[in-house]
């Protein structure tokens, strides 16, 4: 059955304006645009903020766990007869003023700023670690979005292109020429096509609002239109990543200081089986009187605890002991996460470059190469347009599997950075975005 020159014409342009995979280049710098939305979240985050703040309580902490307390000033009046209550009366009447000073046992003070220094490192840690999770949410988001948008782009184009398919199978139909059940299929592929346009849109705000709250802000600009980037190579084996979270995450470094600060704790309770000791001075004011001519007086006290009470002690003892193996214990267990994040992180990264290889080298290509070939025996009536639909249909989904791919890879490079704590050598590369010129007016 001969088909109609405009039909063919406009099923000729489905390849033209299909979307076409980019190949692997050289490596060029990152985008501004996504280095400065990170610069935005981590100093707009409300999370990172209060973490600042509470990092800002804790090494306030520091110094008055050092230092000695506050001496003692006192005032006092000695020997006064109670019937006059005169000054001048008896030899023993007198004004005095005490200052004493107390002492803690040596090590003591020592002890008390270590541990104070080693809970500020913990929250320096979890700091420095928050930063990295928001890092990697930003980099989530911002590949998500692209994907999405590749997605939303593919499906629009889809949809326009069968709107010509209808109005063309309904006039061939009208005129005899063509079958019902194409206009039929033609118009519920539209259909299918629109309710999933509405789901990756719907998914697109939903990756964008999960942006803007992570920036803490609305964003003043489209991300509608990200730059391309290229497939990273793959980083050095899940082993070597290992050992880089082992030495550089803040994570883990919080728990080995959640760990000398127990066993300062420790080191404190055993000192307090010891005595502090009190130093006081003093200067009695008199008058003169019949007896005496009011000579001033001056003295010293010395002064200790008496820790008779070891119970507690030994309590305490127990209780800085246990603290610290369960902060061992937690340290062995998140490493143990953290070591299996990274392995099975690792893993869909190979995935995924597995997949991006094999849609841009041998998926799409032979999709494309049967959607040629589709078309060609379409053209001379060898082929059903239902064969036409599915092949076309075929690339569409294999473009969106490989921007999948693509984004998911950079996701998982993303996940991988926030494990080990550092940016890793081999980073995506990405090309700028006119949305740089909209952040940056």
Known sequence: MKRTPC???VLALTILFAPVAISAGENIPPSPLLEQLIEIALTENSGLKASENRLQIFENKIPPAGSF????LSFGLSNYPVDTLNDNQTPMTGKSIKLSQAFPFPGKLAAREMAAE???????????DNRLQVIRKIKESYYSLYSLNKAILITEKNISLLKDFIRLTETSYETGKGLQQDVLRAQMEHAVLIDRLYTFRQQHQSALAEMERTLNQSLPFSLSDLPDFNFPDLPPSSADLEQTAEENRPLLSSYQAVIRQYQAQKELAKLDFNPDLKVGLAYTFRERTAADRGTDFVGIELGMD??????KRNAAVAEAEAGRRMAIEQYRDIQTTILFNIHDEYS??????AQFNLYKSGILPLARQNFEAVLSGYQVGKNSFLALLESQKAVNNYEMEYYRALAEGQRSWARLEAETGMALSTSPVQQESNALDQIQN
């Open 7 to 9: 039909l063919r014409a």
């Open 348 to 353: 869909r990264l190979e995935k995924a470059y």
């Open 118 to 128: 080693q809970q500020a490192q913990w929250y320096q840690g979890m700091l420095a």
């Open 69 to 72: 307390n506050d001496p003692t």
């Open 306 to 311: 008496l820790p008779v009470y070891r119970a």
